[in-house]
Structure formats: C-alpha cells, structure tokens
C-alpha cells in the first residue's frame, strides 16, 4: 500500500512559478513510477509528467521545457516545478503513483492561472 498527500497548490499570475510536492508513505520501494496528472471540469484526467523508479521523466508536450519533475532519493517526495504557467494549466493536479499491481492517488491540489 502506498499512500500520496499532495501539497502546494495556489493562485498565481500567468508567466509565474509554482512547486507541488507529493509526500508518499508506505511501501515506496514498491513504486516503478510517480507522477502528476491533472484535470479541469469536463476533461479527462491527463498525464503531466511521470518519473520511473530508474529515473526516467516523461512529460506531456503542452508542459514541455516548462515543467520540471524530480524525487528525492530517499524515494519518498517528489516535487513538480512549473514555469511560466498560462491560464490552461488551471487544474486539480493529483500524485499518482504504480506499483505494476494496482494505481494510487492523492487527494489532489488546485492550481489557478490568474490575474
């Protein structure tokens, strides 16, 4: 069991940055890959940006070059850093984590692009 407490989440003004964490407990060394992913009323869920347990980062092309996914060695935060955040990148941003057996979630964290 793994467990994902998201945190972070704000108001901020379009071209500024902001850094959500992802605490996970549990059986972290179980974890093959963790992320974020995001969603508006509406829309799907979608994927942001997910780090495997070998290091390897993925990113959704609309976060490219924007985005910065990284986890602490100890394997048990991981933080995503946004730059220059635009107006569509308003979402509730969940922590997802998967042990090849089964998907976790967090409890998700809004993110507003405003002025």
């Known amino acids: 069991q793994v467990h994902l407490v998201e945190s972070g989440g704000d108001l901020v003004q379009p071209g500024g940055s902001l850094s959500l964490s992802c605490a996970a407990c549990?059986?972290?060394?179980?974890?093959?890959?963790i992320g974020w992913y995001r969603q508006t009323p509406g829309k799907e869920r979608e994927l942001v940006a997910i780090?495997?347990?070998?290091?390897?980062?993925g990113y959704a092309d609309a976060v490219k070059g924007r985005f910065v996914i990284s986890r602490d060695s100890a394997k048990r935060t991981i933080s995503l850093r946004m730059n220059s955040l635009k107006s569509e990148d308003t979402a509730i941003y969940y922590c997802y984590a998967n042990d090849g057996m089964r998907a976790y979630w967090g409890q998700g964290t809004q993110v507003t692009v405003s002025s």
């Open positions: 780090i495997t347990s070998v290091g390897y980062g």
């Open positions: 549990g059986n972290v060394f179980s974890i093959d890959a």
